[in-house]
Every structure is written in C-alpha cells, then in structure tokens.
C-alpha cells in the first residue's frame, strides 16, 4: 500500500491514460505515474477526463478491489455482469501500475503462502449439481504454497461435507514450475491427492471433473506481485488475485 509521508519532497501524482499499451490479455487502457514537486498533496490529473472515478491511487485501487469483492464468494459461483467488469476495471487499473514489470526475476516477491479471494474460473449449472456443491459440500479456503527454491507450488483445496458428521477434507494439487519469459512462468500437474479417503468416495465418480476445474497447468502471467497482492492470469483470460497469509 502506499503512503506519501511529510518527510519527502511534495508531490502531485498524476496518472497518465493511454489507449496502446498491450497487456496479456490483449490491448487495455495502462495508466503511468509521474510525479513533480509542486504542492504538499497529492493530487491525480487525468490526461483525458475529468471523472473521479478515474483519480486513484495505488492504495485507493486496493481499496476499492477489496470493496468490490466483498460477499461474492471469491466469485466461483459466478457473479452478476456489472460487478465482474467493475472487479476487472480495477485489476486492469492495478496490473497497469505494476511497481515489478519482470516477476520471474524477481520470484521472493511471489514466495509464501496465499490465500485466494477472487477468480474469474467458476463452477456454474450441471457441474456445482454434479460436485455436491450446491448444499451437500462446502467449498471452503482455497491456498497456494509457492516455493520458490524447489519451483514447485502445492495448492489446497478445502471441503466441507455436511451429511457425514461435518466431514473436513481437501484436494491437494503439486505442480512444478519453470520460468518463460520476464513475467510469465509454465505450471506442469504433478500428481493430487485427495482426503481422507471418506471424502474421496465423495468425488471419485466426478474426480476428472473436479480436477479439470481446479488443475494449475498452463501458462501463467504475472500482472501483479507486490507484498500482499498477487494477480496472475492463465491462459491470458482467467484472473486470480490471492492475498498474502505467510512468508516462506
């Protein structure tokens, strides 16, 4: 989060808008800062409209980031259309104010453990009908484990199962990992485990199903890894925003 502190010279923060700036998701709208020493607050200008809405920053983003995905369950069960293109305004805003442009050369700022809070992917119609989630099963803490050391990250899924005496469980999944380009890495499955073996006779006519949903493999692209903020898209399509729990 950033904070303008008395002890520095005082500045205007101004963010600039643009419309050619390519992004791994295609071509968005990017906004660069500038400052200049002129006053003692910090004012935002905006190069093209005059809409507070547009005025944020760093910390206002996170802010209204945070706002914006209260009470829509990390979104995994889909949320109305409106709220997913304001979440998506805001992480597109935020990606476009990335203090670490090359991630993967910078991989402490990715290590530790992470606590997912949104996703784009969901489990919607016939395939929450098929999984129990609908009131047999709870979905509950999805976690990421990054060791940056090993290359490897070990994601825990956690279910909750209401007709067996309140049965706990989770889905384990091992991946490896290997550096792409300055900010995307390739995610390789390695192997996933599922238990106690109760829960595993839960889902093992739908486990293919349930893997397909929650298996890491692919390409991932690092739009945002700053301390307590991870944003990364697979695939250039879904986004994933985790929140920071423990340093590794």
């Known amino acids: 989060m950033m904070k303008a502190h008395s002890a520095v010279p005082a500045t205007h923060l101004r963010i600039k808008s643009s419309r050619s700036r390519e992004y791994p998701s295609g071509s968005r709208p990017f906004h660069t800062i500038k400052a200049a020493e002129q006053s003692s607050a910090l004012v935002i200008e905006s190069q093209e409209t005059e809409d507070p ?11 209204g980031l945070n706002q914006a995905i209260q009470g ?15 979440i998506e305004g805001l992480v597109e805003l935020l990606e476009s104010q990335n203090p670490t442009p090359d991630p993967t050369q910078n991989l402490q700022k ?66 490896s990992f290997k550096i792409a380009s300055k900010s995307r890495v390739d995610i390789k ?35 945002y890894p700053f301390f307590s903020v991870l944003l990364y898209r697979k695939k250039q399509r879904n986004i994933s925003l985790l929140h920071h729990l423990l340093q590794s």
């Open 72 to 86: 829509i369950n990390r979104g995994i069960f889909g949320v109305p259309s409106a709220k997913k293109s304001e």
């Open 189 to 223: 499955y390695k192997n996933s485990t599922i238990t106690p073996d109760q829960l595993m006779n839960v889902f093992q006519k739908n486990y293919d199903l349930l893997l397909s949903i929650f298996n890491p493999e692919g390409c991932l692209e690092i739009s």
């Open 110 to 175: 990715v290590g530790g453990c992470w606590k997912l809070v949104y996703s784009t992917i969901t489990i919607l119609g016939s395939k929450r009908t098929k999984l129990g989630l609908r009131d047999f099963i709870t979905l509950g803490d999805f976690l990421q484990t990054i060791d940056v050391v090993e290359s490897k990250a070990i994601n825990l899924i956690m279910f909750n199962v209401r007709g067996l005496n309140m049965l706990n469980g989770q889905l384990t999944i091992e991946a």
């Open 53 to 63: 809405a547009d005025y944020k920053t760093v910390a206002e983003v996170k802010a």
